[in-house]
């Protein structure tokens, strides 16, 4: 007796032969474009691991500490007190605004101490001059302080070059 063609049977023999190979092909590509993915995904991570110090470079020692780490040890800072500075402020209208502030400068190197010393009249007129053009608006705020700072810090540097101040510290500021 014949056996009766099922439903697979008949599919398979009214699809060509190419669709068989249409169908292997798609496959092929599949699979290799997966794996240029998974090689550029471990090339990739491979090369960030690397550039973050995982791999290679100098060992560590047991703590987890680099030996450069040990090599320079930060120098201490020195202080250098202003004597208070009481300036009046720039103003539109006519009444009377004074800024009284008490000022550190911040080095880490004991030959711009002794620079400063000598040449304070000086450091002391740059620091009045810039004050006095001042408003109360620019004051305000940490953004505004972090201003005056800054320019404070670049004025000292002019005043004392080649040596150099790390920061200006305010100790008090008081806006009347």
């Not at 020692?61 to 004597?83: I, R, S, T």
């Not at 620079?115 to 053009?133: G, M, N, S, T, W």
């Amino acid at each position: 007796m014949a056996k009766k063609p099922t439903k697979k049977d008949e599919a398979e023999a009214a699809a060509p032969e190419g669709a068989d190979d249409a169908a292997k092909a798609k496959k092929k590509k599949l699979i290799v474009f997966g794996g240029a993915g998974l090689a550029v995904l471990l090339i990739g991570g491979g090369a960030g691991a690397y550039f973050i110090g995982l791999f290679g470079g100098k060992a560590a020692d047991e703590h987890g500490v680099h030996p450069a780490a040990h090599a320079e040890a930060p120098k201490p800072a020195m202080f250098v007190e202003l004597p208070e500075l009481t300036v009046n402020l720039s103003t539109i209208d006519q009444r009377a605004t004074y800024l009284k502030v008490k000022i550190a400068l911040e080095v880490t190197d004991s030959a711009a101490v002794a620079k400063i010393q000598p040449i304070l009249p000086r450091v002391l007129d740059a620091f009045q001059v810039y004050l006095r053009e001042l408003r109360s608006s620019d004051l305000d705020g940490s953004a505004g302080l972090y201003r005056v700072k800054e320019e404070l810090q670049k004025r000292v540097n002019i005043a004392i070059y080649p040596a150099r101040v790390d920061a200006v510290l305010f100790k008090e500021i008081l806006i009347q």
